[in-house]
């Protein structure tokens, strides 16, 4: 029988600080007023990665997934730790090639079901080379497209060796 473990993120986040424990400076010596309602930022590490180490994230490369709410360049966040089950949205690798799907075991009976009607299910049998890879949390789906072509510039700017950013 296969044990499940889970394995605890090393990254703790920020969760035990509030606004009080940063110290404010005022030339004056006295704090301002709107000092008491500040508020921290949002660390989206807290909260959308349940366990670090193994999560991952992946771009979506096709619509089979589209009734799921899942669109072609969505950024997927996946965490390998936790194990498939019915229902749940899968990266399953099957013959060496990955793929975006809903889980759905019965009995002996696997099966990849797309949210697509476009596209086929995919069902496993006894000699598929499978394994699931992980399972999907979240989905980042960008709407305002200029921020995605100013990702996807310094990404081909990165890649050219003479326009390099350099820090």
């Not at 404010?24 to 010596?29: H, P």
């Not at 590490?45 to 490369?61: D, G, H, S, V, Y």
């Not at 999907?136 to 995605?148: P, W």
Request: aromatic residues 10%.
């Amino acid at each position: 029988m296969q044990e499940d473990i889970m394995y605890k993120a090393a990254y703790n986040g920020s969760k035990q600080f509030t606004q009080q424990d940063v110290t404010n400076a005022n030339a004056t010596g006295f704090g301002a007023a709107a000092d008491d309602y500040m508020e921290r930022g949002i660390d989206l590490n807290e909260q959308l990665i349940l366990n670090k180490p193994a999560t991952f994230f992946f771009r979506m490369n096709g619509e089979a997934m589209t009734g799921a709410g899942i669109f072609n360049g969505d950024v997927l966040i996946v965490d390998r730790s936790i194990k498939a089950a019915n229902g749940k949205i899968v990266v399953a690798a099957i013959n060496g090639d990955l793929v975006v799907r809903r889980y759905q075991q019965s009995f002996n009976h696997l099966s990849l079901i797309a949210e697509n009607p476009k596209y086929a299910n995919i069902e496993l049998s006894e000699f598929s080379e499978y394994r699931a890879w992980g399972v999907v949390t979240c989905v980042i789906h960008v709407f305002e497209q200029s921020l995605f072509m100013t990702n996807q510039a310094v990404t081909k700017k990165a890649k050219d060796p003479d326009k390099r950013i350099r820090y």
